[in-house]
Each structure stands twice: as C-alpha cells, then as structure tokens.
C-alpha cells in the first residue's frame, strides 16, 4: 500500500525545482549567444580581419620592393632619404637611353611605379591611404631630387623606414649607384676672395703654384701643390712680396723657388715669396727664372739717355749671392720688348732668308754665357702668341697664330724642328673662352674652348691640337655631342657674367671635360676623343648642398691640369674649393696646409 505524501512537501519541492531549471535554460541561453557572438566575431574576422593581415603583408614587401627600386641599398648611419636621391638623380641624369632618368619606362625612377601602386594599394586595403605613395611618384621623386631642400609632402621618410634588412627582393633592380661628389663640407683652400686676385704659373711642370690675395683681407698666399696634386702647402708672402698685383714668374724646374712680381709696371722687380729678396731693381726687366739650388736669373734691358735699347743683361744669383752678371750677345734683332722668358729660355720671333723664324737660347743655371742661338724653324707669321710647358727631361715651346699651332720641343740633346697643326675653320663669331697648355716627354698639346653665342642659345667646342715631335694631329669635339640621348639636365649651365660653363684640357691622348649644370652639379667627362661622348660622367660638386644662404653655389671655375690629375678651382659663396681630379676619374677635395 502507498502512502501519499502531503501536499505542501510537494509544493515545496516543485518550488526548489523551478530555479534550477532556469539557471539551466539561462546558461544554455548565454551560452548560446556567446557561440552566436563568437561566430559572428569569426565571421567579421574572415571577413576584415584576414584582408587587413593580408594587406599589410603586402605592404611590407611591396614597400620593401619600392625601396629598393627608388633607394637601392640600405640606409648609412645619419643619412637622409632627400640626400639619397640627389647622389641618385646626379648620376641618372647622364645615363643613355633606355636608361635614362625617365618618369615611366624602363629608366629610374619610373620602373619604380608598379611597386608604389601596389603599395598604395596595400595601404588602401588596410585603411591607411594616407601613407600611400601619389599616383606620380616618379615626377615628384625627380622635382624632390632636383631641389632637396623644396619642401614635399612625398612620404619619403615612410619609404625609407620600409627597407628590408636583407636587401628586398632580388628581382627588384638597383638604381644607379649614388654619386659621390664633393659639397659644401669640402674644406675651403681659401676664403673670401676672387679668380681676379690670383697667378698661376706661366709655364706649367709637374706642380702647381698659385698666388691668392689673403683671406679676408690678410696678407697675400702662396700655394705650392706637389706633383700628383694630393697635398698643398700655403703660407703668406714675405711682407716684401706684398705686392698691389702679385703675379707669378715662370720657374725652370719644380724644385725652384717661387718668384712674384708686380707687371702692371714696365720696371719690373722680382721677389722671392718667401724671403722677400728682390731681383733686377735698378733695371727694365724682360723676364725672369727661377731653378733648383735657389738660383734665380734676371733678363735686364740696358737703355740709352734718351731711352733706346742697348743691351741685354743676364744676371743670375744663388741665395743672396751673386753668380754673374754677362751681357747677352748678340742681341735679338728685334725689339726687346718682345723677347720672352720662357723657363730657362729666352724666345723670340726674328726674321731669316725673308721669313719668321722662332729663336731661342737657353739661358742655364750656371755661370757664363748663355746657350747658342738655336733655329727651331720658319713659322706663317710675326704676330704670334708664344707659351711653353715643362716636362720632366724637356722643355715645349708652342706658337700661335689664329687657327694654327707650331710646336717644338728642346732637351739636353738639342731640339725637334717645328710640326704644325691647323684647325678646321672655326664658325662665324666663335670667342676663346680658355686655352690649356699640357706636355709630358712624348708629346704636347693645347685644348681650346670655343664659345658661340650667349646666354641659353650659347654652344661651345672643344679643340685640341696634339703634338709629337714628329707631326701634330688636331681634333674637333662639338660639346652638344656629349648629351646625345642623355636627361638635358646635364648639360652645361648658360655661361654668366663672363664665366664660361666649359673648361677642358688634356691628360696625353685623353681629353678632360669640365663643365657646370644648372641643377646636376659640376661634372667631368674623362676619355680619348673617340670614346669621350659614350663615356660616363664623373660628378666633381653639388652646388645644391647649401644652406639656406646658398652658400654652395658657384661663382666661377679655373682648371690646372699637371702630370696625371688636375685642379679644379670652384669659386664657391664660402670660399675656394680645390678639387683633384685623376686621370681615372677620381675626385678628392684637397685642403691648404698653412705653414
């Protein structure tokens, strides 16, 4: 038999029942709605979450893709993505077709556009558009590089962050290889002074002397540079040697002792730079030498009461001792005043049989009489320009007339006859803008460049006549032939209060060009006339490293070739630059040593 329980223990329990089962159904109910949420975050996730990874994956290797096309190898310490691509864009600009610096196409910077558009793209997708690069990256990387300091809002410093470490995919091409000119951090060889103020020697050898007025108003320098170029030694002149014009005087070997004078006078004295001895002070002087051993000799004119020419005189010194003094006879047979000194020789231009003939002496370093009078030859004309060179066992003597070139060369054995070399026509209104005379012991040359027009419409030529002591053989190089197929940001700037763009000069059979952009720099072209115009370009200076004063912008430049390297001078806003540049197309600041 059952027994029934009472009601209310039944109610009871039914009422302990009833929130359990609703804990039960909440917790399925949150449970659920978390799977729900869970699901949904899943879904969003798939849907967000994953293209946004996937978009920053690509931008990383698309950004690291970009950098490499644009900026090459990674970053040096302290260096600057504005500074990368100036060095870039200074050696783009002279790269021939297809190469050539190009806002699309195969030419940098415009193979680079694929790898911005992807990576604009990628920043797109991962809602960052504002560091996408523009859709004309190319065109504002070259305006960027172009001025460095024109304010951009490129996203240059976003690029730059984004090098790999590991260099970036290899398919990706370099760019070309970053210039490495000198700048405005050069050190100055002087300051504060002007080409108007300064001599170089007439008759180059293997170093190189130059005069300077002084530096912000000090007293006038002198700057010997030893063969090769690679070191200068600069001190001020012997107080005596202060001239108002100083100007230097032809020595006859390196070794010599460096003489100034002031010609702005016709009664020249000569003074040692550094002793301030002077030479020929009672006397009309025609000229003067220096040699090894402290020698100095002095070509002196004697007058008459009523001022005729006499006599010639050569006196010659050692130290503050005097050699001799010895009359030079027979005299030339023309007037004194053109009679020249030419390193240890004494030219001039006298007729023979009817015709011009180019005579010399040496004069020495010894005591006694000077050399016999030597013939080198019959030249066209009277009226020409005479200029010599020293080699290391000979000396050059070259004359000129208009077009045409004669050239002898002398040594202890004697001498060659004169070889002659005439130019090609030159073109209506064409001007000398400079003419560089170099020699070693196997031949000798002279380079012209010829200026036609002004302004942007000026074009410019080179011409060299390059002799042996057999023949002479002249070339013409026309400077437009340089930039054929190449950016015209590389050619020359328009020429500018006088200054001309264009120098060249000669290094044996190759040719030095030398020439000022308005935006590329100060560049150099190094090669044998028939290789020159497919040869490289050499970015010497960037007037654009400057401050906000401009201080790396040039004024004018002068160009010193000797043995196997030049000097070029740039007349910078901060001072005076010297920049070395080798035969082999190496480029070097040189700084002055003051003693």
């Known amino acids: 038999m059952s027994e029934d329980k009472p009601e209310g223990e039944a109610t009871q329990a039914s009422a302990d029942a009833k929130p359990e089962g609703g804990a039960n159904r909440r917790r399925r109910i949150t449970i659920a709605a978390i799977g729900a949420l869970v699901l949904a975050a899943a879904a969003v996730g798939i849907r967000y979450g994953v293209p946004r990874l996937s978009a920053s994956r690509d931008a990383k290797r698309s950004g690291a893709a970009l950098f490499r096309c644009l900026f090459g190898e990674l970053p040096a310490a302290g260096e600057t993505p504005d500074e990368r691509l100036r060095r870039i864009l200074l050696t783009a600009v002279s790269l021939p077709d297809p190469e050539r610096l190009s806002t699309s196409g195969p030419g940098w910077p415009g193979r680079c556009a694929a790898h911005a558009e992807a990576l604009a793209d990628a920043e797109r997708r991962r809602g960052h558009a504002a560091l996408a690069p523009p859709a004309d990256l190319a065109a504002r990387v070259i305006d960027k590089a172009r001025d460095m300091y024109t304010r951009s809002d490129l996203p240059l410093e976003s690029i730059w962050s984004m090098a790999d470490p590991d260099g970036g995919p290899n398919e990706v091409p370099l760019p070309p290889a970053p210039a490495s000119p000198a700048d405005l951090d050069a050190p100055n060889l002087a300051e504060r002074i002007g080409f108007g103020d300064h001599s170089a020697d007439a008759v180059p050898g293997q170093t190189l ?3 300077f007025r002084g530096d912000r108003g000090g007293p006038p320098m002198s700057c010997t540079f030893a063969a090769g170029l690679d070191v200068a030694s600069c001190v001020p002149l012997a107080p005596r040697a202060r001239l108002p014009r100083p100007h230097l005087w032809p020595a006859a070997d390196d070794e010599a002792p460096t003489l100034v004078a002031d010609r702005s006078s016709a009664r020249s004295t000569f ?15 025609v000229g003067g030498f220096s040699a090894a051993k402290e020698v100095v000799g002095v070509v002196e004119m004697e007058l008459g009461t009523r001022g005729e020419e006499r006599a010639l005189w050569l006196d010659r010194s050692e130290g503050t001792r005097r050699l001799d003094r010895v009359r030079i006879d027979p005299p030339p047979r023309v007037r004194f005043s053109s009679v020249f000194v ?3 020789a004494l030219a001039w231009v006298e007729p023979r049989a009817g015709k011009p003939h180019l005579l010399l002496r040496r004069l020495g370093a010894a005591k006694g009489p000077p050399g016999p009078i030597e013939d080198a030859g019959a030249l066209q004309h009277d009226a020409v320009h005479l200029a010599a060179c020293r080699a290391p066992k000979s000396l050059v003597l070259l004359a000129r007339e208009g077009g045409s070139v004669w050239m002898t060369r002398r040594d202890a054995r004697g001498g060659s006859p004169l070889v002659r070399a005439d130019e090609l026509p030159r073109p209506a209104g064409a001007v000398v803008v400079s003419e560089i005379v170099t020699c070693d012991d196997d031949a000798a040359q002279a380079t012209l460049v010829l200026r036609r027009g002004d302004g942007a419409s000026a074009s410019h030529e080179v011409r060299r006549a390059s002799c ?23 050619r020359p700037a328009p020429p500018m209060s006088g200054e001309s763009p264009v120098l060249a000069a000669s290094f044996g059979e190759r040719l030095l060009v030398v020439w000022r952009t308005p935006d590329a720099g100060v560049r150099a072209r190094i090669a044998t006339p028939a290789a020159i115009t497919t040869a490289p370009d050499v970015v010497v200076y960037d007037e654009a490293s400057q401050d906000v004063n401009g201080a790396g912008r040039l004024h004018a430049m002068r160009l010193f070739p000797r043995g196997d390297a030049a000097l070029l001078l740039l007349h910078a806003v901060s001072g005076i630059k010297a920049i070395r540049i080798g035969a082999d197309g190496t480029v070097r600041p040189v700084h002055g040593s003051t003693g």
Request: glycine residues 10%; aromatic residues 10%; charged residues 30%.
């Open 342 to 344: 030419l390193g240890d």
């Open 209 to 211: 002397r130059l005069v």
């Open 468 to 490: 042996t002591k057999d023949t002479c053989k002249p070339i013409v190089l026309t400077v437009d032939e340089l930039f054929r197929g190449r950016d015209a940001m590389s």
């Open 271 to 285: 003074y040692r730079a550094d002793t301030g001895q002077a030479f020929g002070e009672p006397y009309h002087v």
